[in-house]
């Protein structure tokens, strides 16, 4: 399994910016993705994560109504839409693929539940 992100950037506050992750779950067959970060001096937080399919999504309140998650499944690539983008959303972002028994299986974002991740992007907002 790898598992690839990529899109970060610097913003300022207010601005917009759109994470990708893509996955190559090897012979996994369902899998969530789960969006993680972690600020310096920071424990990392969950912050959002999508089922194999549409409609098993979750957000933390500290993102919930500015960013939205979806994916591609031919593609295997998910994305995060982050809008609205304040300064404490700095942090460095990760993907995580955790394995599903079912395409409707809840995903988590309890870091301990991805045994695979990704190398993370850097997203800067500032005031």
């Known amino acids: 399994v790898q598992l690839q992100a990529f899109g970060g950037g610097s913003v300022q506050d207010g601005g917009s910016l759109r994470l990708a992750c893509d996955a190559s779950p090897s012979t996994q067959d369902y899998y969530a993705i789960g969006w993680f970060r972690q600020a310096p001096g920071k424990e990392r937080e969950g912050i959002s994560c999508?089922?194999?399919?549409?409609?098993?999504?979750y957000y933390a309140g500290s993102v919930k109504g500015r960013f939205t998650i979806s994916r591609d499944n031919i593609k295997d690539t998910v994305w995060l839409q982050m809008n609205s983008l304040k300064p404490e959303d700095t942090a460095v972002y990760s993907c995580?693929?955790?394995?599903?028994?079912?395409?409707?299986?809840?995903?988590?974002?309890?870091?301990?539940?991805?045994?695979?991740w990704g190398q993370g992007t850097q997203v800067t907002v500032s005031s």
């Open positions: 999508i089922s194999q399919s549409r409609g098993t999504e």
């Open positions: 995580a693929l955790q394995a599903l028994a079912k395409p409707y299986s809840p995903c988590s974002i309890r870091d301990d539940q991805y045994p695979y």
